[in-house]
């Protein structure tokens, strides 16, 4: 039979998945020696059973905490309801990983009428035993019962008022047992049932409670941003009372064993006197600083900062710790590795390492990747953001923080950034046409789009803050005033957003600049040693290439060719492109195009020095290039010197029911080849020309998108190498360059034995195989995915975390149907995913060569790839 | 060393891969000692060896071919540019399958100044010789030289007028001289070059001309209409000539061993007196019916009356031959298995059956299920579509002809048809709105979308002639006209349609309704016996059920209930829902729908009496049933009572980018699971009440579509359980149902083991697998997949023809994962491809359990289901 009750001796700190993690590292300190108050632990499989038996506690599981409340008496020499010694209990939740909030704790589990007036004379003190007591009283009312803790408190000031006191300290034990008597009547009113009086009764309700709280709104929510599956489950911990609060030789506390803001080497964290632990976290007392505890308290301090040491020895790692001093006997309550801003994750590593608590191994795995985009971006100020007011959130599509005025259009943009004035730019959604605006906005918000939206793409590619889809905002554009609920804000407004976590707040929030440290650097050595995938970034202009080659980007994995198109005079010879009625026409379209290309080439190909650049081919469908407003329209054609009618048809006949399947990669090339024979000569002729001005020897990577058939790719590499390799001959020089392609449609993944007999090398475009392995649009799909999380269907979004079950299958298919039929084909990802550790994780595993991400992930990259290599021994 | 030229008499009809039809066939008739003048066969291998080596005929193949033309030499006494006995030879395509028109004949190939006499003197028929080298000129120059035939014509018109005569047949020999050395002065004035005189010259070329002409566009366009690899090549044949043209003992012919047209059992075809091949065909003088050779010329008619049964009885099918007799003696110039008319195909199957020339099974195999459809539509009289002007063409979207007049509406159609008016819908595209205007046109024309478009689809299940995607015509909808080139046409104007080739007539063609015959039925019953996969059908309403039963349905494997909603009164209920802000509104908007439903499951249930039916859940994006136009918004939100604005905002919201990827299928019932509740009442209240009244055991297949993850589909099934249940243990019956989902999004597939652990069955949804796994829109293909066709990328539509080595890999991969984790799990195909003959098969060989298509192509489905059995020696 499944045990589902364990006592801290049985346990230790291996047994995380079933004790969570307060259970286990209650057992491994109690396996340690150290002074933790006995008790036990209900595991994870009790709370999923419970979920399973139509959230009923059976009766092997009741039986099994009554045996283990017996041991506890017995041990402890306790006894509930006992008349001489009865036991007093906590009970804490402890999920596998920590999940601050979700859940409160009960104190004093085990009081009752009879209890307290033992405890009262044991303890010699009145006031104690009845203020634990109402405390408990109002615990149990709050976590259990879902009767606020806050209600309790009118009757806390009634009795203050009737006594004509301010503070808690001056009631007295009376007061205390007339505030027991009333809040015993309040709950019965409120319950319209008994304050429970049998401890055992006590301890199931309160168990049942922890279950419960696993699936509070709260806790779903915080475990969908934390990518925590829904089926871990959470512990239970009974725990024998130690009593901080019975006198002023008790404390309580919470400290680090390093400071977790800095990571300087010393404690770190504060106390209480004759209090107990809520105390601390109430604020309603303000604790003293760790130093301070000591001169009062010598030994404690001592004892205290010894197991500190011990701890992180043990642990190798930085520790945040509970403890309670009864009677100057110290008890530790929990510990467990502390968390820290990226700042200190960086300098408490490289210090490890010097101390040689950890190797450089271990210090790489203590670092979450995902946490040095805190040090790469702005972030707010944090005390100003404390009284900061909460108007909406969306997504945290582009880590940072910004602040500026709000502006409607990316035109109103460069005007007021031209006026001196910081801006964020508030859009339905963006466009392509948007870029120059989005360059120098401070942050950008849109109302729609997700993680893959334009906006959230184009901004993390400029290391700009975005809150994307934060659909309670209601523009009115032609007011130029947008409403969240009942607050409407003009254009010029200041409003700030944070990217990092998709709130957006009223006013004007300070941030504080990105800084770098040598801890930094440090820590990238390392990384840079022991992964083995290469990091690649995706740029598409000279300040992004220059941007990923400082933060150490071993080559470009994606140029879209395209996004040099948008800009103003460029995008009049694409229109003429696209609006030409023959080839001679497109051709001539393109020849103008040509120059501005090549030299677009030329300065990548020049800042990357040999490094390798992929270039993909024109990708997008044609009307992404077109005007869509009637003025514009009218205007362009004008511009165009052709017929505004005659511009709205060709406008009207590039409409697509569902553009993301239409007309767009590799079949625009097909339809037009003479588009592939210019960009294939901007590529080749920039490449001849670096490489002879600069004695380099660049080997441009060609990379076809979106293709689906062996065919596709045949018909464009004849065309891409025939005029390649005429300019070579022309040239007279020798130069090398690849063709690959984009595996971003299932059918190349099913049929990557074939295409690899062609392709030179795949890149993943993990963005549009995802949508189509799914069968939604990035888009579109935020309009159900809110019901999928809250549901639990989808644990997180498939377009930030690689779906390695389905989208991973068909890579891992695609990847080794390839290697089949060309062993040296080389393999790496460009897609969204690129900057994410854990896809970054599987691509290691599945033998990529190379991960491609936006400059600004680049470190996150590194640190991801190497704790990959370093978790698989593999480096 | 391959072997790329064989004689005849080493080849044999097993050969045909690379001997092509005719040449094996010749081969064969060698081998039965049947009367064929000597010749060899180039390869179909040369001919890819041509285009492999850049058009170029290697001198190995050039001495292959020489030594062939010796051992002719040897064989028939005769030589080239011999002064005694010269040797004439024919040169004749052939490819593996019959193209006919791809390729033109060269005839009397040798012919020269010094032959001409030779044969002069030899046959004493100096007209004859003369004639038969100025047509050799002829063909040469059209065939080899790209001259057109037409142009001589012109010549020969000169020589008539300064003769004064109106017939060739008043020619003499030295107008024939005399035409010689014209055309001779002719052809080097246009082409650069003198005549060749060389024969073995002459033979290079035209066998160079006919490995060209497989690439002629022609040839490309008809191979993709008839599913034909562009890599098959043709072979040539080289034969020496007989003359049919040498006196009035000499005739030459062709005839069908039965009447192609009805399956008669009597010899069918024409012959001419004293002349060659292609006199025949040219129509310049009228053939005589085959019986009168039996008059004029017993023995030759005899001789060839015996070799067609004897051919028959050999290839065990109806024979189409070509023939010529010189000087009395016949010779046997082709044979291949004839063409038939879809009644002419069933009644020879019927008679050779009874002749025990055919077993059942190989009758069967006799058929082309495709031709069915002609069995079961109106076609055009054929004598008057001959003289017909073709307006322009469009896809071949639902086959059958119809005539009527143009109208512009669904409303107009519906107005006209009750004043007594056929009409032809034409639209832009056709929307669900359309659906009763549709119902009642004789045909649809629309100008957008594909072979799976809306209106494909709909027309298809109803039986309605459909020509979709027909871009040249630009629609006026305001002025209601229509302009096809400069063509213009008016409402109310005349038009036909033939949807079984995709070309527009102008005018009024009469139609010939369909006709079932007694073969039809009996066929029918073969193909019942000996196929495995049973047929279901693609149903929505009572009448389509009604008429798939008489077809020999066994079940209905696609239910769509929501085309039920968009029926005039409860599209109402539809939008109540859609635009209900509340649960509440949206249940009593559901519950308003719910009698509706229930009585269309009960009529569905009634009529099926206990076959299976599969009723897929609601599956469009809402926005399909909302109206689009400005005016019926207003008209709508008046009627709903609701504010314009809003009605207008809720559109808007509901706006996708991708609406083929967006908010439907399932992702619909899991954001308002009251909608799947409602489904599942009124299937599960409908099967109860239908199983009571009639005492039947009806088992409704509840279809969740769209499921891409496990959770989706456990989470629906849950609440279609739950309902279910409670409604089964409410009515105290006992009730059977099913539930299982589509596969129809590449990752349902990919993880088909996880999903059969919950899914009782599988139905692949084609249409959107090979979306999703082509990556594009059937929608949009349209405007690139012609690149596609000319570029010979694809060999055809994906959408029409399951793509066997893609969607096929998925489908055999969810059927292999599927069964491993439910190895009873019943698995069907519900796209549009279940009616494809070659997607049957695939299916067959697969191991699915049905397939189910549109009503009309039951039978089709019937055919290819038995002769993918048969095939496979599986029955």
């Not at 869509?628 to 006949?653: C, F, H, P, R, W």
């Not at 393999?827 to 994780?841: F, M, R, Y």
Request: include cysteine; proline fraction near 4%.
């Amino acid at each position: 039979m499944k045990k589902y009750v364990y006592a801290f001796y049985e346990g230790d700190a291996t047994m995380r998945n079933i004790l969570g993690g307060k259970g286990a590292n209650l057992a491994e300190m109690t396996k340690l020696g150290l002074p933790v108050p006995y008790g036990f632990t209900i595991t994870t499989e009790a709370c999923n059973h419970y979920y399973h038996s139509n959230k009923i506690i059976t009766p092997e599981i009741q039986a099994e905490i009554r045996q283990a409340i017996s041991e506890l008496e017995n041990i402890s020499g306790k006894k509930f309801n006992d008349l001489h010694n009865p036991l007093l209990v906590s009970v804490r939740s402890g999920s596998r990983a920590s999940m601050p909030g979700m859940m409160d704790t009960i104190l004093n589990l085990g009081m009752n009428d009879t209890v307290v007036e033992v405890i009262a004379q044991k303890t010699n003190n009145e006031r104690f035993a009845y203020d634990s007591y109402r405390r408990f009283i109002q615990m149990f009312a709050d976590v259990v019962m879902g009767l606020s803790k806050s209600k309790f408190e009118t009757i806390i000031d009634e009795i203050k008022e009737e006594k004509n006191v301010v503070s808690d300290q001056e009631l007295d034990s009376e007061d205390f047992k007339e505030m027991v008597k009333r809040f015993k009547i309040f709950y019965k009113k409120n319950l319209h049932t008994s304050f429970p009086t049998d401890p055992h009764t006590q301890l199931l309700l309160a168990v049942e409670a922890v279950f419960k709280s696993w699936n509070n709104q709260r806790a779903i929510f915080y475990r969908k941003m934390n990518d925590i599956p829904h089926d871990w489950g959470t512990a239970v911990n009974v725990q024998m009372m130690v009593f901080g609060n019975m006198g002023e030789d008790c404390a309580t506390g919470v400290a680090f064993s390093r400071n977790p803001s800095n990571g300087e080497n010393h404690l770190f964290g504060e106390f209480l006197i004759n209090a107990q632990g809520e105390d601390v976290v109430a604020g309603v007392r303000t604790p003293l600083p760790i130093e301070q505890l000591k001169a009062l308290m010598p030994n404690a301090y001592h004892d205290f900062a010894t197991i500190a040491k011990k701890l992180e020895h043990h642990y190798h790692d930085m520790q945040d710790m509970e403890f309670t001093i009864e009677n100057n006997k110290l008890f530790m309550l929990q510990t467990r590795n502390g968390k820290r801003t990226a700042t200190a994750a960086l300098k408490i590593a490289c210090d490890m390492v010097d101390e040689k608590l950890l190797t450089e191994k271990e210090a790489l795995l203590s670092i979450n990747p995902k946490h040095l985009d805190s040090l790469l971006h702005p972030q707010f100020n944090q005390e100003i953001l404390k009284s900061a007011t909460i108007l909406t959130n969306g997504l945290a599509a582009s880590p940072g923080a910004a602040c500026g005025q709000i502006v409607f259009t990316a035109e109103d943009a460069l005007k007021s950034h031209q006026n001196g004035k910081k801006v964020i730019l508030v859009r339905l959604e963006t466009s392509p046409e948007d870029i120059e605006g989005m360059a120098i906005a401070e942050g950008i918000l849109t109302v729609r789009g997700g993680m893959t939206s334009h906006a959230a793409i184009v901004a993390r590619g400029m290391g700009t803050c975005c809150v994307s889809g934060a659909g309670e905002i209601k523009i009115n554009e032609a007011n130029k005033t947008i409403t969240i609920n009942t607050t409407t804000l003009n254009e010029f407004d200041f409003i700030s957003i944070d990217g990092s976590t998709g709130l957006v707040y009223a006013g004007e929030i300070p941030t504080i600049p990105a800084t770098i440290s040598k801890h930094f650097d440090r820590v990238m050595t390392w990384a840079k040693k022991y992964k083995k995938l290469s990091i690649r970034c995706n740029a598409d202009t000279p300040q992004d290439a220059q941007l990923a080659l400082q933060f150490g980007a071993e080559g470009i994995g994606l140029t879209r060719s395209e996004h040099m198109f948008f800009e103003a005079d460029r995008i009049k010879a694409m229109r003429e492109m696209i609006v030409a009625k023959t080839t001679t026409q497109r051709k001539n379209a393109l020849a103008k195009l040509l120059p501005y290309q090549r030299s677009d080439f030329e300065q990548l190909f020049k800042i990357m020095e040999n490094l390798p650049i992929t270039i993909r081919y024109l990708d997008p469908p044609l009307h992404e290039f077109l005007p869509t407003s009637s003025y514009d329209i009218a205007n362009i054609a004008n511009e165009m010197k052709i017929d505004v009618g005659e511009l709205k048809q060709i406008i009207t006949s590039l409409h697509e029911f569902n553009p993301m399947m239409g007309h767009r990669g590799c079949r625009l090339a097909i339809s037009y080849p003479e588009i592939a024979e210019m960009q294939t000569r901007a590529i080749i002729e920039a490449a001849i020309n670096i490489n002879k001005q600069y004695n380099y020897h660049v080997t441009p990577e060609i990379m076809i998108p979106l293709i689906g058939d062996i065919n596709e790719f045949k018909y464009l590499k004849n065309i891409i190498k025939e005029t390649a390799d005429n300019i070579i001959i022309a040239n007279n020089v020798k130069l090398n360059y690849k063709i690959g392609t984009m595996i971003e449609i299932p059918r190349a993944a099913l049929l990557a034995d074939e295409i690899a007999q062609e392709a030179e090398f795949f890149s993943f475009g993990t963005n549009d195989l995802t949508q189509m392995t799914f069968g939604f649009s990035r888009d579109d799909a935020a309009s159900f995915l809110t019901a999928y999380y809250d549901k639990k269907i989808y644990e997180h979004d498939p377009f930030v975390k690689i779906d390695q079950k389905g989208v991973g299958k068909l890579i891992q298919f695609a990847t080794t149907l390839g290697k089949s039929t060309r062993p040296a084909l080389k393999l790496g990802i460009c897609g969204e995913h690129g900057g994410d550790p854990s896809t970054i994780e599987f691509c290691h595993h599945i033998g990529l060569d190379y991960v491609s991400c936006s400059p600004y992930r680049v470190p996150i990259a590194y640190i991801a790839a190497a704790q990959a290599a370093i978790k698989s021994h593999d480096h």
